[in-house]
Each structure stands twice: as C-alpha cells, then as structure tokens.
C-alpha cells in the first residue's frame, strides 16, 4: 500500500521537505540572531545617551574610526564655526520622512583641528542644483553637544558617493574627504549637534535614536520554526489522504460477491 512514496512524485515531494526544513531552522535563527542584536544595540544606545558629556577630543582625532561602543556617545566641542567650508549633504531625510539635505560645518576648535557639525535638516531648493538657503551658524566662539556617530561610507550606508554633484554638496558625511577639502586635520567622525537649538525653525535637530522598539524579529523567528515543524506533519497527512484514497479506490474496483460467485 506504501509504495506509491517510491513514485518519482513521492520522491519529489520528499526531497522537497528535507531540504525545507534545516531551511527555515536557519532562517528562524538569522532572525533569532536579529532579535539579539537589536535588544543588543538598544541596550547600547541607551547607555551611550544616558553618559556624561566629554570633550570630542577624548574619543576622537584625525583619521580615527569610531568603534561602535562608541556610537551615540554624548560629546561637547568648542570653537568657530568655518561657514566658507560649510556644505549640505544630500538626500536626507526629517522626522517626517520628507526629503532635503541635513547641514554640515566644521567647527574650527582652539588647536586648528576641526570637528565636523552636523547642525540639522533642512528642505532643499526648488532647484536641486541651487545651494539651499541655510540658517547662519552661530558667529564666535560656541560650545555644541551631540552624539557622535563613526564616517560615513558607501559600503557601511548604502549610499551611493556620486560625482559631478553642485557645488557645495556631498553625498556622504566622511571627515576624511573634508579634511581634503578644505585643507585642515578632521576629528575621525562627526558630531550631531543636540544642543544648543537653533533660535528658529531650521536646521531641523536630528531626532534621537530610537532605542525603544524591538522589531519583529523574534516573531519571525518563532513563525519559521513553526513552519518547520508544519512540514512533517503536512507530509504525514498527505500520506494517509493518499492510502485512504488508494484503498477506497481498490474497494470500488474490487468485483461484487455476486458476480464473483456466477
């Protein structure tokens, strides 16, 4: 009654099932692993924010890369702002996820060495190529604190770093390519300027990072383990629809008592 699973068909459907199960065990895990390092860098985030503020040069300097224990971290800079090397990165987006360009400026700080500010959002011109219509920096010497956040790279961001851009307008916020730009050594990273908050509207202050939510991913997880263990108990009633099928089907074709005995 069984050998119908030697059927290419059955063998098929078979094959099919063992290679979907270690399948969907590994993608539980990968969202699994998911879960983990959101709750991980929640956690980091909010430690990073929660710390006193020091100076930007005690966690930072030229051609530094920013670990990530160091991500968010609260740091304070001062110095004057250098507004003929200031430009405007490209793309970005506000809290409500309408698109312009997000303000940089260095701040020149006492030893010559400059730190990259990224003083907030702002809507771009009608024309894109035009330069924007930026708020002031503040003119003299400033104290600014934020959280410092590591360089930006296309392969880490995703962002294409194009060419041939307007002038005054970058792709990427990288301390490398504007220490070449504007001929001074750069503090390895930026900082995300929290305070103090501009006396108008703009630049748009980037929001906090979220460090609250979890995603789904452990939902996700526990969901394709359950598809692991549908798997199996599918193939079982697959098998016994099919015996039940084949036997009441040999049933109806069997000849009756009657004629048999004529």
């Known amino acids: 009654m069984y050998r119908f699973l030697l059927s290419r068909q059955w063998v098929s459907l ?5 290679v979907l ?8 895990f990968w969202q699994f692993h998911r879960h983990e390092r959101r709750v991980e860098q929640n956690a980091l985030i909010a430690r990073n924010l929660a710390d006193k503020p020091v100076p930007v040069t005690e966690l930072t300097s030229p051609g530094h890369t920013v670990p990530r224990s160091d991500y968010w971290r609260a740091i304070t800079a001062t110095g004057v702002y250098d507004t003929e090397n200031e430009v405007v990165v490209r793309r970005r987006v506000n809290a409500d996820e309408k698109v312009g360009a997000q303000v940089l400026t260095p701040l020149v700080l006492a030893d010559g060495r400059a730190v990259l500010v990224n003083r907030g959002w702002i809507p771009l011109a009608a024309d894109q190529k035009a330069y924007p219509e930026v708020p002031p920096a503040p003119r003299g010497t ?15 961001s995703g962002i294409k770093d194009l060419a041939g851009l307007p002038d005054r307008q970058v792709m990427l916020i990288n301390s490398e390519q504007r220490s070449e ?12 300027q929290t305070a103090p908050r501009p006396s108008g509207t703009l630049p748009e202050l980037i929001p906090e990072p979220d460090h609250d939510s979890i995603g789904a991913h452990m939902a ?8 692991v263990a549908g798997v199996p108990i599918g193939y079982v009633i697959l098998v016994r629809r099919e015996v039940r099928d084949r036997r009441e089907a040999a049933a109806k074709s069997a000849p009756e008592p009657a004629a048999a005995n004529a």
């Not at 078979?14 to 063992?18: E, P, R, V």
């Not at 604190?145 to 296309?154: H, I, M, S, V, W």
């Not at 730009?181 to 995300?192: D, H, K, Q, S, T």
């Open 14 to 18: 078979t094959l099919i099932g063992l």
């Open 21 to 28: 199960i270690p399948s969907m065990i590994e993608l539980g």
């Open 142 to 156: 400033v104290t600014v604190t934020g959280r410092l956040k590591a360089d930006e790279t296309t392969r880490g």
């Open 181 to 192: 730009a504007i001929g001074r050594p750069v503090l390895g990273g930026y900082l995300e």
């Open 220 to 227: 996700y997880a526990v969901q394709w383990w359950l598809f």
